[in-house]
């Protein structure tokens, strides 16, 4: 079977919603074994019952990614992990001027600190065993500048920053490591997000960001695991080192 993922143990975090929850189920699909590091939420559960139907060994970690040792003890219990897709993301609205402190640590915290406590905790184990795949989620907001989001750029940036690094460090060890740029992605976050900022206008505005795509609609987060799917297997056992953008046009062809 071609993209087979068969015995490959993968990690992927906030793997029980949107965009995570669509590559669970997908690489349960192609034989792997899910671990979910997740929140507890109703969510995270509902998915996890979904990819042990297909997937009965797969589970679902209760983890906080900006806590190492929480990190730690889930890996404890998973043993060797073939594939670690860090996932789990927080946004932030905001220019320089008015993203407090307080926010920037916490996305930082987030999304560039957990992303460095589970690569940090899983590359020893990759490196023992002289093999091993990393996908970061990155964003075109790693590329291009996107209004209002001061601290959620900088935090994609980072991101596709230490892809490369950790693909230029770890190449002699087997480990690949590459990231995926996504546009606006139709996720439930999204739908909630419209619904928090813009209450009162909220079809307007779910239409103003699906046209700032240029292929002129969101993508599905289905199309985001297929990505990311190609990228873990080893039918990409040459790509290393790359951020790949996934953007309906956004970032070449939006001018």
């Given amino acids: 079977m071609i993209f087979s993922l068969q015995g490959k143990k993968v ?10 929850r669509a590559i669970s189920l997908l690489f349960a699909e192609q034989g792997a074994e899910i671990h979910i590091f997740d929140l507890d939420n109703p969510v ?19 983890v906080d990614i900006t806590k190492p040792m929480s990190i730690d003890n889930a890996i404890k219990s998973i043993g060797s992990i073939d594939i670690l897709i860090n996932n789990a993301g927080i946004a932030q609205i905001g220019t320089l001027e008015t993203t407090s402190e307080e926010d920037f ?8 600190k957990g992303a460095f406590h589970c690569m940090k905790a899983i ?36 991101i596709r920053t230490m ?14 490591c590459n990231c995926i740029s996504p546009a606006r992605v139709h996720t439930p976050f999204v739908d909630g997000f419209i619904a928090k900022n813009y209450p009162d206008n909220q079809t ?13 609609r969101m993508a599905k987060p289905i199309e ?22 996934i953007d309906g046009g956004f970032v070449y062809l939006n001018n």
């Fill in 11 to 20: 990690v992927i975090t906030g793997g029980g919603s949107g965009i995570g």
């Fill in 44 to 62: 995270s559960a509902e998915t996890k019952e979904a990819v042990q139907s297909i997937s009965p060994t797969s589970k679902l970690h209760v």
């Fill in 105 to 112: 640590q916490r996305i930082f915290d987030v999304n560039v």
């Fill in 123 to 158: 590359i020893p184990g990759m490196v023992a065993q002289n093999k091993g795949v990393i996908l970061n989620m990155a964003s075109v907001a790693s590329s291009v500048g996107i209004p209002d989001r001061f601290g959620y750029s900088m935090s994609k940036g980072a």
């Fill in 163 to 176: 892809t490369q690094s950790v693909a230029k460090d770890y190449l002699k060890k087997g480990i690949r």
């Fill in 204 to 216: 307007e505005m779910f239409e103003k960001l699906s046209a700032t795509q240029p292929i002129g």
């Fill in 224 to 245: 985001i695991a297929h990505l990311a799917l190609y990228l873990c297997s080893d039918e990409a056992s040459f790509v290393t080192g790359c951020d790949y953008p």
